[in-house]
């Protein structure tokens, strides 16, 4: 199998760089986003934290437990988890991407409904983000069971100190002896390149939430703050959550233990010891976690000041370099008053009402939708763009000459949507062409950050790694044989739907009754488009360098395995077996042919010559008409192309067989249309009741193997036949068929994942064929939150 692959792989590729003109990087931070993007979610595997977009970022995050109804105090929740750690639901009510969220978690074990909110503030303006506040409260799940005491750890990691570096996170006012803890507001001091001096304070919350009297006898230091910090400059350390608790909690916890068996002699009760955190700090610290225990119901605020964003005395002072703002504790103290309590709740309402007036505005829900479903919407947007994160780092790529070598690449950073928080918090190629469709139906200036980003990861080749595992803590959640992307495989070039969706709102712009109104729009896409034309140009030319078939104008998946073609995002679609290099896939030559004609789309926007792309996409379409098309079965097939005279095809019942009709390719008015569309509604076939399945009951190896792309419902496939129908139904009303088709596939996709939804909490990665259940990874707010573009019929 290795040796096929290799030559597989080989193939006719050339791999020299080509001298094609320069490709400047891509503009980011357009539009003053680098200052509004600048904190954010972006650590989408954890249940909170917020971090800075920074090759060196401040990270900050939550970590909790719930002890005393928690045995042994083993759970320490951060990471998100498909359920394992008992927290059975977690979702974002609210997220805008750019100024606040609101996240709901059930932690049923823990008897604890959490909410984790937070506001920014300041921030479109302020380079270093300006200020924020991270809101946790907490109640009982259940009333009548033991109300949780919720131990908080709240920690701060700032990369840009280093062994090198005279500053590091300090700790104000510390007293001399603080054994036992602290009290009132605690402030951690920092320094940042990017943000100048900063302070992350913790609000005093010993009034309300202190556990009782009872508990606090055995243990009085839990009515204060605890802390701990240290210096850990250890680069393979990635992880520090792990590695507090590993080291030094863990070992704190076991010194309880003596006591906890003491107790456990004399008592029936679950012993109310809590491990607390050391009360120790380094002097070089870049890392310090603030512990406190509260009973519920609880809220705590956690604010986090930049001090260049807030002028000390003084107007006369306007020439002052901001890299030297220091504001005084009692200042801070101040200033955090603007941001926490009554203006929390003020900031709070203010971003939501505009959430929600613009949610109106972008995602119109037709009348029949009951009040359910528009809680659903915008939970399906929020959990989309709270699923967003950034990257710095090196892939790991297959040496272009050498396959057994692996070399690190260049470092990039990426701003991406990812497609599943707790499964894939990272980012991947044809999954975010999908994702933007929805995000820029919301906002196209975080589509256009994410897709300048994206095509800066061009190579020389125009290769784009399909997956993008960035620093090391990106490539401890990835095991080994994945890590390693290869510069001759290609993944489907979504990202050019994004963009033609950009094009085609500059046209309605334009046809609106005041275009003027959308100048700021018009231009950002104009000029973004413009600054990103040679990379889309590069990516474009790499899949005819790297893909060809043997036979022109048409192409083959480099990398593929006798029972996986990972390029194509079908994994384990069945193709020929063994695989040969006479292979033409039909699903590649019709994203050329759809590229192609992305390309002459770009390019006369830009009011560039298009005539070549339009060629390429009538040679194209030509071959796949001629020889792909299946006539016992009425639909398209890959072929094994062996010379002029003689080629096969390859027969398989499923997603394969549409690609020409999916990416609209295939004329409406054409004569295989009928027969087609037959296919496409045979119930024995791909037609389900809760959506188009991946394979076709009548094929023999539905539902075989792994059975990921052999039976199951997936939704961007699903989008993508929805979307294109519709367009049919359109232009060509005469055809019922387009109609009927998609009013009933749109109706069956809907329901069922919404249904599905109501019943599990989640979206999830694919839906039973058959039965329409939810399957695989959960919650997968990467394309399957297209739902919202169906709901909408947007496409
Ligand atoms: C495996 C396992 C903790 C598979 O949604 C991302 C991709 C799609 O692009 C592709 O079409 N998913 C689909 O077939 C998930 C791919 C995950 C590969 C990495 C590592 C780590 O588990």
Redesign the pocket.
């Given at each position: 199998v290795y040796a096929i692959d290799v030559h597989l792989n080989q193939g006719n590729i050339h791999l020299e760089p080509q001298n094609e003109g320069p490709m400047p990087l891509i503009k980011t931070g357009r539009n003053s986003l680098n200052n509004t993007l600048y904190w954010g979610t972006y650590k989408p595997h954890l249940y909170f934290g917020m971090k800075t977009r920074s090759k060196q970022p401040v990270n900050t995050g939550l970590v909790w437990s719930t002890p005393n109804v928690d045995n042994l105090f083993a759970r320490y929740l951060y990471r998100t988890q498909q359920g394992r750690d008992g927290v059975v639901r977690y979702e974002w009510k609210r997220h805008d991407g750019k100024n606040f969220g609101e996240q709901e978690l059930v932690d049923r074990p823990g008897n604890l409904l959490l909410t984790t909110s937070f506001v920014k503030k300041g921030h479109s303006s302020q380079p270093g983000g300006g200020d924020w506040t991270v809101r946790l409260s907490g109640r009982a799940l259940n009333q009548s069971l033991t109300a949780p005491y919720f131990s908080m750890m709240y920690y701060i990691h700032d990369e840009s100190i280093t062994k090198t570096s005279q500053n590091s996170l300090k700790l104000d006012n510390l007293p001399p002896s603080s054994a036992s803890g602290l009290e009132g507001d605690i402030h951690i001091n920092g320094e940042h390149p990017e943000i100048g001096k900063y302070t992350l304070l913790f609000n005093d919350v010993s009034s309300s939430v202190n556990p009782d009297a009872k508990f606090l006898k055995n243990q009085p230091s839990l009515s204060k703050w605890h802390f701990y910090g240290k210096a850990r400059f250890d680069d393979d350390n990635w992880d520090m959550v792990p590695n507090i608790f590993d080291e030094t909690t863990k070992q704190h916890v076991s010194s309880y233990y003596g006591e906890w068996h003491e107790f456990a002699k004399t008592s029936r009760s679950v012993p109310p010891f809590v491990p607390t955190l050391p009360n120790t700090i380094n002097d070089q610290s870049n890392l310090v976690v603030i512990q406190r225990v509260m009973k519920v119901p609880f809220e705590v605020e956690i604010t986090f000041i930049s001090h260049n964003s807030h002028d000390q005395d003084d107007q006369n002072n306007n020439n002052n370099n901001n890299q030297h703002q220091q504001l005084s504790s009692s200042q801070v103290s101040k200033v955090a008053k603007e941001i926490t309590g009554d203006e929390f709740d003020k900031l709070f309402e203010k971003y939501d009402k505009s959430f929600l007036e613009r949610f109106d505005v972008k995602f119109p829900l037709p009348k029949y939708y009951k009040e359910g479903y528009k809680g659903f919407s915008k939970m399906v947007l929020s959990n989309l763009l709270g699923g967003f994160g950034y990257w710095y780092g090196r892939t790991i790529s297959v040496h272009p000459d050498q396959p057994n070598r692996s070399i690190r690449l260049a470092p990039h950073a990426l701003y991406s949507a990812s497609?599943?928080r707790p499964?894939?918090p990272r980012g991947?190629?044809?999954?975010e062409g999908f994702h933007q469709m929805v995000v820029s139906s919301w906002d196209i200036e975080l589509t256009i950050e994410t897709l300048a980003h994206w095509f800066n990861l061009v190579d020389e080749n125009g290769w784009i790694p399909?997956?993008q595992i960035l620093g090391k803590e990106a490539l401890s959640?990835?095991?080994p044989e994945?890590q390693v992307q290869s510069p001759r495989i290609a993944?489907p070039p979504t990202l050019l739907m994004s963009i033609n969706k950009l094009i085609d709102m500059v046209d309605t712009f334009k046809k609106s009754e005041s275009p003027e109104k959308h100048k700021v729009e018009i231009d950002l896409i104009s000029s973004f488009l413009e600054d990103a034309y040679p990379r889309i140009v590069r990516f474009y030319s790499f899949y005819w360098k790297t893909q060809p078939a043997h036979i022109e104008n048409a192409f083959r998946w480099r990398g593929r395995k006798v029972n996986h073609t990972?390029a194509s995002?079908?994994?384990d679609y069945p193709r020929a077996n063994p695989p040969s290099v006479s292979e033409v896939h039909v699903d590649l030559s019709s994203w050329m042919a759809f590229a192609s004609k992305s390309l002459a789309k770009i390019s006369k926007f830009l009011g560039k010559d298009d005539s070549h792309y339009l060629k390429s996409y009538n040679d194209i379409t030509k071959i796949i008409f001629d020889l792909h098309w299946d006539n016992e079965n009425g639909v398209y097939q890959d072929i094994l192309y062996h010379n002029e005279k003689n080629s096969t095809l390859t027969k398989t019942g499923g997603y394969l067989n549409y690609f020409p009709l999916f990416l609209g390719l295939e004329p409406a008015g054409s004569s295989r249309m009928q027969s087609y569309l037959n296919s496409l509604k045979d119930i024995k076939g791909v037609w389900g009741r809760h959506g188009i399945r991946s394979m076709s009951l009548r094929d023999p190896l539905y539902g075989t193997n792994e059975n990921?792309?052999r039976g199951p419902i997936w939704i961007n496939i699903n989008y993508l036949i929805a979307s294109q129908l519709c367009k049919y139904s359109k232009e060509h009303p005469q055809t019922q068929d387009f109609a009927m088709i998609y009013f009933t596939l749109r109706h069956n996709l809907v329901e069922n994942i919404y249904q599905v939804y109501k019943e599990t909490g989640f979206l999830w990665?694919q839906y039973h064929g058959i039965e329409g259940n939810g399957e695989r990874?959960h919650p997968f707010t990467?394309?399957t939150s297209l739902v919202l573009l169906l709901l909408t019929e947007q496409y």
């Amino acid at each position: 199998v290795y040796a096929i692959d290799v030559h597989l792989n080989q193939g006719n590729i050339h791999l020299e760089p080509q001298n094609e003109g320069p490709m400047p990087l891509i503009k980011t931070g357009r539009n003053s986003l680098n200052n509004t993007l600048y904190w954010g979610t972006y650590k989408p595997h954890l249940y909170f934290g917020m971090k800075t977009r920074s090759k060196q970022p401040v990270n900050t995050g939550l970590v909790w437990s719930t002890p005393n109804v928690d045995n042994l105090f083993a759970r320490y929740l951060y990471r998100t988890q498909q359920g394992r750690d008992g927290v059975v639901r977690y979702e974002w009510k609210r997220h805008d991407g750019k100024n606040f969220g609101e996240q709901e978690l059930v932690d049923r074990p823990g008897n604890l409904l959490l909410t984790t909110s937070f506001v920014k503030k300041g921030h479109s303006s302020q380079p270093g983000g300006g200020d924020w506040t991270v809101r946790l409260s907490g109640r009982a799940l259940n009333q009548s069971l033991t109300a949780p005491y919720f131990s908080m750890m709240y920690y701060i990691h700032d990369e840009s100190i280093t062994k090198t570096s005279q500053n590091s996170l300090k700790l104000d006012n510390l007293p001399p002896s603080s054994a036992s803890g602290l009290e009132g507001d605690i402030h951690i001091n920092g320094e940042h390149p990017e943000i100048g001096k900063y302070t992350l304070l913790f609000n005093d919350v010993s009034s309300s939430v202190n556990p009782d009297a009872k508990f606090l006898k055995n243990q009085p230091s839990l009515s204060k703050w605890h802390f701990y910090g240290k210096a850990r400059f250890d680069d393979d350390n990635w992880d520090m959550v792990p590695n507090i608790f590993d080291e030094t909690t863990k070992q704190h916890v076991s010194s309880y233990y003596g006591e906890w068996h003491e107790f456990a002699k004399t008592s029936r009760s679950v012993p109310p010891f809590v491990p607390t955190l050391p009360n120790t700090i380094n002097d070089q610290s870049n890392l310090v976690v603030i512990q406190r225990v509260m009973k519920v119901p609880f809220e705590v605020e956690i604010t986090f000041i930049s001090h260049n964003s807030h002028d000390q005395d003084d107007q006369n002072n306007n020439n002052n370099n901001n890299q030297h703002q220091q504001l005084s504790s009692s200042q801070v103290s101040k200033v955090a008053k603007e941001i926490t309590g009554d203006e929390f709740d003020k900031l709070f309402e203010k971003y939501d009402k505009s959430f929600l007036e613009r949610f109106d505005v972008k995602f119109p829900l037709p009348k029949y939708y009951k009040e359910g479903y528009k809680g659903f919407s915008k939970m399906v947007l929020s959990n989309l763009l709270g699923g967003f994160g950034y990257w710095y780092g090196r892939t790991i790529s297959v040496h272009p000459d050498q396959p057994n070598r692996s070399i690190r690449l260049a470092p990039h950073a990426l701003y991406s949507a990812s497609p599943s928080r707790p499964a894939f918090p990272r980012g991947f190629l044809w999954d975010e062409g999908f994702h933007q469709m929805v995000v820029s139906s919301w906002d196209i200036e975080l589509t256009i950050e994410t897709l300048a980003h994206w095509f800066n990861l061009v190579d020389e080749n125009g290769w784009i790694p399909r997956e993008q595992i960035l620093g090391k803590e990106a490539l401890s959640m990835v095991p080994p044989e994945f890590q390693v992307q290869s510069p001759r495989i290609a993944n489907p070039p979504t990202l050019l739907m994004s963009i033609n969706k950009l094009i085609d709102m500059v046209d309605t712009f334009k046809k609106s009754e005041s275009p003027e109104k959308h100048k700021v729009e018009i231009d950002l896409i104009s000029s973004f488009l413009e600054d990103a034309y040679p990379r889309i140009v590069r990516f474009y030319s790499f899949y005819w360098k790297t893909q060809p078939a043997h036979i022109e104008n048409a192409f083959r998946w480099r990398g593929r395995k006798v029972n996986h073609t990972l390029a194509s995002g079908l994994d384990d679609y069945p193709r020929a077996n063994p695989p040969s290099v006479s292979e033409v896939h039909v699903d590649l030559s019709s994203w050329m042919a759809f590229a192609s004609k992305s390309l002459a789309k770009i390019s006369k926007f830009l009011g560039k010559d298009d005539s070549h792309y339009l060629k390429s996409y009538n040679d194209i379409t030509k071959i796949i008409f001629d020889l792909h098309w299946d006539n016992e079965n009425g639909v398209y097939q890959d072929i094994l192309y062996h010379n002029e005279k003689n080629s096969t095809l390859t027969k398989t019942g499923g997603y394969l067989n549409y690609f020409p009709l999916f990416l609209g390719l295939e004329p409406a008015g054409s004569s295989r249309m009928q027969s087609y569309l037959n296919s496409l509604k045979d119930i024995k076939g791909v037609w389900g009741r809760h959506g188009i399945r991946s394979m076709s009951l009548r094929d023999p190896l539905y539902g075989t193997n792994e059975n990921y792309w052999r039976g199951p419902i997936w939704i961007n496939i699903n989008y993508l036949i929805a979307s294109q129908l519709c367009k049919y139904s359109k232009e060509h009303p005469q055809t019922q068929d387009f109609a009927m088709i998609y009013f009933t596939l749109r109706h069956n996709l809907v329901e069922n994942i919404y249904q599905v939804y109501k019943e599990t909490g989640f979206l999830w990665e694919q839906y039973h064929g058959i039965e329409g259940n939810g399957e695989r990874n959960h919650p997968f707010t990467g394309w399957t939150s297209l739902v919202l573009l169906l709901l909408t019929e947007q496409y």
